[in-house]
């Protein structure tokens, strides 16, 4: 037997990216939750052979001040909450400050940024955890992370991934969601150079709708809308003629952060009653605000799943939002006057 060590940094943080960063489209989730947390209005993804060869995220947020780009790659490290009281009340998406050291653990990652009125931005190159270099560059305001080589020095990880068109429909799954849950952000995808989600950021969930699921989708779905003292909920939800073999188009969406929750979602569903075929599910895309106190977000290194303390009282208040909504005669689509 060894005499027991601490592990290094470096080690401990390819531990973590183990949890954190399973794939491409934890990469990219993780930083366009980075930009989205900074305030940007404009989010730019590119990304190469779905993100096996390169993941770049461009924003115009808050971006990093010169003297504090390293303690970003440090792990534990976050500007976002700093008490325990914060923990319970947690308004960003990130809180865990693992995203940055995870990534730049497990690949090849140059960072720039700057603040706003800086004289000058940071760039920083970080690769498998170790620090290459670090000069000045140009001050535009905000953050442009570009992340290649992915999994260069964990040959098992690389492997365990699937085929391009999998790993690729992960990361627009990533950015359709996350365009659904910011509709005032512009976002922009492209895959080898190839335009494959554009949004205006104009705070309208229905043209983000069309967007992702395309028009003539969108137009076989009703606004609804419902809230009690604790919840307040609005989106769209797909007339019964318009279902899928899968839960997946249904989307939750908890003060901005999109979430697994089968309750919810069996609520949804409930709500159909006897106008939904056996086997078949809506496409529902539902905004829910509430207390971040009634929310734990703190149950999953990558915050799929939450703990909410009155489940029982959304899903009802769910249930009865959907019924209303197929009861009013309320069949008749929105009228498209956007397009
Ligand atoms: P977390 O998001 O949990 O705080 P991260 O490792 O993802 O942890 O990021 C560490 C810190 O780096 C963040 O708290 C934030 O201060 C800063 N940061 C990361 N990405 C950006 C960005 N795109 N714009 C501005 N600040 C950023
Ligand atoms: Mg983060």
Redesign the pocket.
């Known amino acids: 037997m060894t005499e027991i060590h601490e592990l290094s940094d470096i080690l401990a943080n390819q531990i973590a990216a183990g949890e954190v960063i399973e794939r491409p489209g934890s990469v990219v989730k ?2 366009v ?3 989205l ?2 305030q ?1 209005t404009q989010i730019d993804i590119l990304v190469e052979d779905a993100g096996i060869k390169s993941i770049r ?1 461009i ?1 115009d ?4 001040t010169n003297d ?1 780009v390293q303690r ?1 790659f440090l792990r534990h ?4 909450i700093s008490s325990r009281q914060d923990l319970f009340r947690v308004h ?10 995870s990534i730049a653990s497990v690949a090849d990652v140059v960072l720039k ?1 700057a603040v706003m009125d800086a004289k000058e931005g940071t760039k920083i190159h970080y690769r498998g955890g170790e620090l290459v270099s670090q000069t000045g560059t140009n001050a535009r305001q ?2 442009d ?1 570009l992340v290649k080589d992915l999994f260069f020095n964990t040959p098992a990880r690389l492997k365990y991934l699937k085929s391009q068109a999998t790993e690729l429909a992960q990361i627009v799954d990533v950015i359709n969601r996350l365009a659904m849950s910011y509709t005032k952000v512009a976002f922009h995808l492209v895959h080898n150079g190839k335009e494959l989600l554009q949004t205006a950021g104009n705070g309208n969930l229905q043209q983000v709708i069309a967007s992702v699921y395309g028009l003539s989708q969108a137009k076989k779905m009703v606004a609804v809308n419902i809230s009690d003292n604790d919840f307040a909920i609005s989106g769209y939800v797909s007339l019964p003629e318009l279902t899928r073999s899968n839960r997946s188009y249904i989307s939750i969406l908890i003060n901005g952060r999109f979430v697994k929750n089968y309750n919810l979602s069996k609520a949804i569903v409930k709500g159909y009653g006897s106008k939904l075929m056996v086997g078949r599910f809506p496409i529902a895309v539902l905004q829910i605000s509430m207390d971040p106190l009634l929310v734990d977000v703190n149950v999953h290194p990558q915050k799929h799943e939450v703990r909410l303390s009155k489940e029982v009282q959304l899903m009802a208040l769910i249930e009865e939002m959907i019924v209303k909504c197929f009861t009013n005669q309320n069949l008749i689509p929105d009228a498209y006057d956007n397009y």
């Open positions: 993780e930083l939750e980075n930009a947390d900074a940007a995220v924003d947020g808050a971006g990093i504090q970003a490290a976050t500007s976002k960003s998406l990130g809180f865990r400050g693992e995203a940055l050291p940024t905000g953050t992370i």
